[in-house]
């Protein structure tokens, strides 16, 4: 049920192939224990325009939605464990980071639970 989003500029999929990079997180989070690994989800959303560092400097930034329960230490290791794989893919790029949101059981709802 994990989600990662991961949002970039159009470069980054020069320097990678968009499925290495998602196959990249997808291993990551996985090597965490924290998800089952039929339940992972991973997508990549290039941008062609943005303006970064009052520029066009080029970024990844990765969006975790998780399920609540996972603790803040739990959260802080899966950020820093992708953000370093990502880095290391990536050390030319100036923009690397993530973020993780919780979702809330009471509010969350799928196809399978009607």
Sequence with gaps: MPHFILDCTEPILELQKPRDIIEAVFKVACSTDLFGRDDIKVRLNPFKYSLVQDGDADFIHVFGNIMQGRTDAQKANLSREIVSKL?????????????IRDFEKSSYCNKTMI
């Design 87 to 99: 880095k290391e893919m990536f050390p030319e790029v100036p923009i690397i980071s993530m973020n």
